[in-house]
């Protein structure tokens, strides 16, 4: 069976491809065109206020992903494992920089200024789980505001056309808007998780890993040398407005393991924002919902 791999705006699986490493491993693969991260809305309205949008990640992975391998926020990839949609692969994780931004002539300068501000993130995604973690170090919960506006490219258009105040963004949507004068109040990096669908083959996910490790090694030598690959993923629009040559790195693979204990942790973490469903944070366990 073909390893089908959905790419998620990073540079890690193109510098593979480039270097021949899954096939070095073995792995006959394919790419997603697109993927949910990459992906932006076609029917986003002119004007007024972007309408609100329920289903983010989580759903995604929950409604069935084609691909073998796939990636979310690990609070989104640790409760779709934990709900049996698939698995959490658990010997790497990511790095992945965002933050909160708001336009050059925001009146809003320190964290304290979100409060009842409300901030774009997508919903069930890493930006509304990150938002929540990194505000509730500044704001009283009752005071954090949050809009579920869409894809993630979405709310980097949302903000440049000033239609929302503040929005939260990773990857190569920060770097887009840092470029274009945005500011950050708020840094909200988290941690990505890998997503395996069922069925997926242990050596075929291994393979991959080898893969995106030794792609990990090449962008830390050399990261200028492969940021030409953020406009891969990107929408034609926004890779006009800026030179992906300055942009950073970006996500960077851990190949440490996510452990019970952060599973666990996460856990709880969630059931406190109500995050979680009960009946399934009941039912779960480490070692049915991580491939370790």
């Known amino acids: 069976m073909v390893f089908r791999i959905q790419p ?23 790419f997603e065109p697109t993927s949910l991260a990459g992906a932006t809305s076609a029917s986003l309205p002119d004007g007024g206020a972007p309408p609100s949008v329920r289903s983010g990640a989580l759903e995604d992975m929950a409604g069935g992903r084609s691909a073998q391998v796939s990636c979310a926020c690990h609070w989104a990839v640790n409760a779709a494992a934990s709900g049996h949609h698939g698995l959490m692969y658990g010997k790497a ?54 809009g579920f506006v869409g894809l993630p490219f979405d709310r980097v258009r949302l903000l440049l056309d000033r239609r929302l ?25 988290f941690v990505m998780g890998f997503f395996l669908s069922p069925g ?17 090694q090449e962008i830390d030598l050399e990261p200028q040398r492969y940021t030409h690959y953020w406009a891969r993923e990107m929408p034609a629009e926004l890779t006009a407005l800026v030179d992906v040559r300055r942009f950073g790195p970006g996500e960077r693979i851990v190949p440490q393991p996510y452990t019970k204990e952060m599973f666990e942790r996460s856990h709880r973490w969630m059931q406190t924002w109500d995050l979680l469903d009960p009946a399934i944070a009941a039912d779960s366990r480490y070692e049915d919902a991580v491939l370790a």
């Open 165 to 189: 105040a503040a929005v939260n963004a990773w990857g190569a949507g920060a770097y887009v808007l840092e470029q274009r004068g945005c500011v950050k109040l708020v840094d909200t990096t």
């Open 200 to 216: 997926t083959e242990r050596q075929d996910a291994e393979r991959y890993f080898r893969a995106l490790l030794r792609a990990q």
């Open 93 to 146: 994780y990511s790095v992945c920089p965002s933050g909160i931004y708001v336009s050059p002539d925001s009146e809003l300068r320190e964290p304290r200024d979100l409060a009842g501000v409300e901030v774009g993130v997508g919903y069930h995604s890493g930006s509304h789980y990150s938002a929540l973690q990194a505000l509730e170090s500044f704001l009283p919960r009752d005071a954090i505001r949050l």
């Open 8 to 30: 998620h705006v990073r540079l890690q699986e193109w510098v593979a491809e480039e270097h021949g490493f899954f096939d070095a491993e073995g792995l006959d693969h394919e």
